[in-house]
């Protein structure tokens, strides 16, 4: 049986996709088979930060409703071993995704899979609501600031309550924060939640906290996982997070300011 | 009370659904139907809890103004209706007949005690049911367990403990709200919407671990995040009404 998780956050633009992109990539290079699933349907773009979308054939929707097999929908990541994408649908909308269509697929994978990463859409809408209803685990992506912190409130609050395992009684899912787009230098002059402040306000599990960094950008244009590119301090914050995931203890890092000393300034490290 | 439900259970095939549902309901017991009287009353009810008196579904009792001519009745209800009391129903009883309802246009409802004990009830002084007005009858002795919510209170959620005491162990978010009849515990940084003694306890508390509040509001009495000092925010903090202010103090 697959461990099914959900990327989730509330607010738009935080760093979902690449989050689950990195989540997956990240899994996939510990030889666990996984998959990524894109729930946003109608605004597909799971396949552009994975570097696939010129290999969609069938989509998500078409699973559910018959017309293609899984084997048919699922792409296989020509770049890692054991990573494969199922793409969402770009003519659709989120109504086409049902309680029993998703159930169903997702059970199909479950028994091919070790981990299933759920890419939920941004709000609280139907889409978002689809991708956590299912989900083992919930990794909630927030940047520091206060209306993301908010929004990533009130979903840890629904996916106290809105998920299959909590309605059938057996409590809340376990959920875990990544924070993204984090920024030390920012902290200091006071633009930005410092870490402590977020956790305080959210009282949850940190698993990673990815900086603030032009490689992420680098990474969704040009389609390859920012977990991929191993040298920049993003690709490594990531590369943690998913040990982490996996239960490994690991220090944060990239949190502190870097204060450059003579040596630094001189070489210009 | 309402909780968020974002299209939760949409499913393309069904429309509607129909449930069964139990629901806690208010019942407002009038006992003279002289206008000024009523006014007067229902006026300063109104005025102690706006907020919840306006928002709080309410079952009419017709039966303590004995026999009356359907006009009056009507124009009775009216004047309930008119101070802004939203009436979702009338107890059936030997005043409140079928055409009474049907001319007010609100459902007969049966509540609690059959109908048919409605006349014995009729002069004795009713036990039951939580009365919004002011009446002399004792309160039930009944303990109400207190609420204890062990998992934090998130942004959009909204608990209330009907009837009794609240303890909140972990925090209240911003953008969540708490309310109890009583008091209200908070062991956690309580920066939601806190309400204690909404149906109008002037006696009720506020302890909380950490103030940094949205609201804070005791018997209909309230301050806002602005009117809250930065003096007054801190740890440790008691909330209680002195006649009409609220006051925060170092507990």
Known sequence: MARIVVITSGKGGVGKTTTAAALATGLAMQGRKTAVVDFDVGLRNLDLIMGCERRVVYDFVNVINGDANLRQALIKDKRTENLFILPASQTRDKDALTTEGVGRVLDEMSREFDFIVCDSPAGIEWGALMASYYADEAIVVTNPEVSSVRDSDRMLGILASKTKRAEQGEGAIEARLLLTRYSPARVEKGEMLSIEDVQDILSIDMIGVIPESQAVLNASNSGVPVVLDEESDAGQAYIDAVARFLGEDRPHRFTTLQKRGFFGRLFGS | ?251
């Open chain 2, 1 to 251: 009370m309402p909780s968020e439900a974002p299209g939760a259970s949409r499913e393309s095939v069904r429309a509607i659904e129909l449930k069964g549902r139990m629901m806690l309901v208010s019942v407002l017991r009038l006992n003279t139907a002289d206008a000024a009287e009523l006014d007067a009353v229902l006026d300063a009810r109104m005025a102690e809890a706006p907020d919840l008196m306006r928002d709080m579904p309410l079952v009419m009792d017709l039966e303590g103004l004995g026999p009356l001519p359907m006009a009056e009745l009507l124009v009775t209800v009216e004047r309930v209706r008119r101070h802004g009391f939203k009436l979702i129903g009338i107890q059936q009883g030997e005043v409140a007949t079928a055409p009474v309802g049907e001319a007010c246009g609100l459902p007969l409802l049966v509540l609690g005690a059959k109908s048919g004990e409605a006349a014995a009830r009729k002069s004795a002084p009713e036990p039951a049911a939580p009365e919004p007005r002011a009446a002399p009858a004792p309160a039930p002795a009944v303990h109400t367990p207190t609420r204890v919510v062990t998992q934090p209170v998130r942004s959009g959620q909204q608990i209330y403990a009907r009837g009794g005491d609240l303890i909140v162990m972990g925090a209240v978010s911003a953008g969540a709200e708490v309310l109890a009849d009583g008091h209200i515990h908070v062991y956690g940084t309580m920066r939601g919407r806190v309400l204690a003694g909404v149906r109008g306890l002037a006696t009720a508390h506020i302890y909380c671990r950490r103030l940094d509040a949205e609201l804070i509001s005791i018997g209909g009495h309230y301050r806002i995040a602005e009117d809250i000092l930065d003096s007054e925010r801190g740890e440790n903090r008691l909330i209680t009404l002195v006649g009409e202010t609220i006051r925060i103090t170092e507990i």
